[in-house]
């Protein structure tokens, strides 16, 4: 884990505008990105108050591994600069945090920050491949319950970081909208499918990990390094088409539920930003059993965790006509998850599984114990049964075109200077 | 389809030394690949007979759209050539044909021959994502009998092309050794899985599609335009972990049971060589349901289909010490697909999923009806209870260290010349 060092001082403060006063960029964060203005030109950036820095521009007032951290990101995508593990990027993130700060650096850094609302953002990787788990015991036993009411969770969910592999083409960044798929979907008292646009259409809050450095093939990432390979977090929401689901998904798993669109936000909140954030992972519930040895690391499940906060707003088309402000559906803690982030890099590479540079790693859906947490509109409604009552006298089961789910997420602990995630907003179109 | 023309006269004859003997790639084939030589640089060729040909060298000896081909394969993947869809890769086709036949060409185009053997192939694409299909009915009839013996086949199955997302950066091309897996495997009678290498080491005999061109997201591709965005065929080894499968897979898919190799035979075999090969699907049995109208082509029912032989080989190390020949485990035909490779790309893109030059769309595996045809060792030896005989006196359930699997594939039909896709190659190492 990155030791705490004066970027992480609560009290630090920056001379570009917004930055202090800002819930999800302050100084402490300095997330990257890859942005581009008028010309259209895709470049590495970096977020400070109401501001995104070209990292490319800013690279000749910088020096050593920082001035290299800064070229490599001066790319179209961020893979270069985690292709080094996250080495570059800290040494990156201290220097910008020294211009950030200094006041005397104003002048001529001022001309490489562009106002973020002029700035079209892009996803930072070129994702090589997408795995997504099932890591929120709440949300596999809310589901695991529709299924199998006296056993919701299968026999191997304790032991197995239950994951699998998604579509890595259809990943689009935060405003895109998600036209809603056709599909073949199944009534339980029909002989035969139908096919039509999906009428269970739901969102699921995830927190995402991307991934730093790589292994080769046959060697797997022990545990205790594996927090190494985490080059930091976005906020990832994994569309599902329920009703696609439930009649594709045996034997083999969920394919076009899934796989038409996947948003997430644009902005990695890297590793040494989040390392004031490092919690406990909850002990296990008595009687679960212990994780295998290659999942298991006293360090890890020391401070494996993170304080991180997560929301998920609703707004319907009637809504803001009407200009009503978006609809809280839930709000939680991620700490649901039953495996750490190290566990499932541990977990994805034991037998050998290559990881590369910008893999994208989804947490699954991140519900906590009560129903005003749940991340889904699954949980929420209890399978479509119970309509949800939205203000301005809509109700919702499922979502219907012109809806717009915004996730938002914060890193919040006491004595700590609160950093932001950006949105991950998308909106249905029919 | 491609219409038949010159390229495709079986009597046709080539002045490269090989080409007119060879089964694999006489001039009437002409597949595409990426290889390199001493200085290891990659770059794309084409097969004729014992040689490779450097695309990007030739081009100068072509012109119009054929030379615009040639250049755009002589990069270090044939993502560029594909993004034009086949008609580049087509034109490219008749122009080298035109060369490798015509006597008065040898002199010049001699120049830019590689003899096969001193080249490395690569994989001929940077895989965008991998999509493993489960076409072939009667290996889901096989592995669904051990599991459920009164109703093999899920209900879901003559409806949906049942398919997932694989892992793209640990498919590797023939050659390449296997390392065992490691991973939890658990006993039927155990209170707890084990941790250890994979017990139950299996291949699987596929038949891969490469995508060409691309559809945006949100824009299915309709099933009569399908065909157009077939690239070509490879042979693909879907190595499994059985044990490892049978543990993890529930309830969403395999993962690390397949996610830690596969092997793909290096040439595309382009739709235009196997034009002379598109054969009728077979009928449907009496009683199964009509495919939905999106799935519903009669011209892809009439030609949708290949002409393609199959067969595995396995060879222990003590056969090859013993000097005794690699055994065969089956030998059968393409034909056991439920649905056509047209029908996968409507189906994987009804819900607005974009497809990209370079994916790969695995068959599954494709066992016939008869055990000398099955594709993988879990149907040869009934789930691990039969040993199968091997020369030499050894017997095999599943694959120990230092078995060798190779695979090939022939488009064979009468009144046509016979071409070949090269071999798909794996050694198991511990």
Redesign the interface.
Known sequence: MTALDETHDPTASSWVDGADDHSEFPVQNLPLGIFSTGDGTRRGGVAIGDFVCDLGAVAPLLSGPAAEAATLASGATLNALFSRGNFAADALRTSLFGLFTDISSKAEVSRFLHRMTDCTLHLPFAI??Y?DF?TGIHHAENVGKQFRPDNPL???YK??P?????????I?PSGCDV?R????Q?NPDGD??L?GPSKRLDYEMEMAVWTSGSNA??Q?IPIGEAGDHIAGLSILNDWS?RD?QA??????????AK???STISPWVVTSAALAPFRIAQPARPEGD?AP???LSDAADQDHGAYAIEMEVLLSTAKMRAAGIEPHRLSKGPMSAMYWTAAQLIA??T???????PG?LLGTGTLSNETPDTFGSLLELSEGGKKAIELPGGETRTFLQDGDEIVMRAHAVREGRRTIGFGECRGRIVG
Chains 1, 2 share one sequence.
Not at 162 to 170: L, M
Not at 181 to 184: A, C, L, N, S
Not at 247 to 256: A, D, H
């Open positions: 090589g491949d795995t099932y299968l026999p191997n032991w197995v239950i994951g699998y592999h998604g579509r890595a083409s259809s689009v036209i798929p056709q599909g073949q199944k035969a499918p096919f093939m046959g797997p088409a696609l009649w594709e998904y045996q034997p083999l798993g969920p394919f076009l796989n038409f669109n059993p295998l040895p290659y977990h994805h034991v037998n050998g599984c290559n990881l590369q893999d």
